[in-house]
C-alpha cells in the first residue's frame, strides 16, 4: 500500500489524475446516498480539504541544514521536502473521513 502511494506521489499527473477521481468518487457517493446537490457536496468537500491541508501542511518537516543549499532570501525554517502531492493525499483522504463523518451526522439533505 505504501509502495503505491509513493509511486502515485511520485509524479504530478498522477497525483492530480487520483486526486479528481478520489474527489468525483466523494461527490458521487454524497450526491446519491446522502442527497446531496453536486455543488453542495464539493463545496463541503473543498472547506473540509482546505481546512485539513492547513493540519496536514507542517506534519514531517524538517528544516534546511545544509548551507550550501540555502539561497539568499530563504526563510531559515523552510522544509527541506516539502512533499506536497504526499500531503494532496493525505488530505483529500482525511477530509473524505471526515466528509462522511459530518454528512452521517448532520442532516445536510438537498445543500
Same mark, same amino acid.
Given at each position: 500500500?505504501?509502495? @503505491?502511494? %509513493?509511486?502515485?506521489? $511520485? ?5 492530480? /489524475? #487520483? ?5 468525483? !468518487?466523494? +461527490? ?28 496536514? @501542511?507542517? %506534519?514531517?518537516?524538517? $528544516? ?5 543549499? /540555502? #539561497? ?5 525554517? !523552510?522544509? +527541506? ?31
Amino acid at each position: 500500500m505504501k509502495a @503505491l502511494f %509513493l509511486s502515485v506521489a $511520485a509524479s504530478t499527473v498522477k497525483t492530480l /489524475i #487520483v486526486l479528481a477521481v478520489l474527489i468525483a !468518487a466523494i +461527490a458521487t457517493v454524497a450526491v446519491k446516498a446522502f442527497d446531496l446537490t453536486v455543488f453542495g457536496s464539493l463545496a463541503l468537500f473543498f472547506v473540509l480539504w482546505w481546512t485539513f491541508l492547513f493540519a496536514v @501542511l507542517p %506534519l514531517g518537516n524538517q $528544516a534546511e541544514h545544509d548551507p550550501s543549499r /540555502i #539561497v539568499p532570501g530563504q526563510d531559515p525554517g !523552510a522544509p +527541506a521536502r516539502p512533499r506536497l502531492r504526499e500531503k494532496a493525499l493525505i488530505t483529500t483522504v482525511a477530509a473524505a473521513f471526515a466528509f462522511f463523518i459530518a454528512l452521517s451526522v448532520f442532516p445536510l439533505a438537498r445543500l
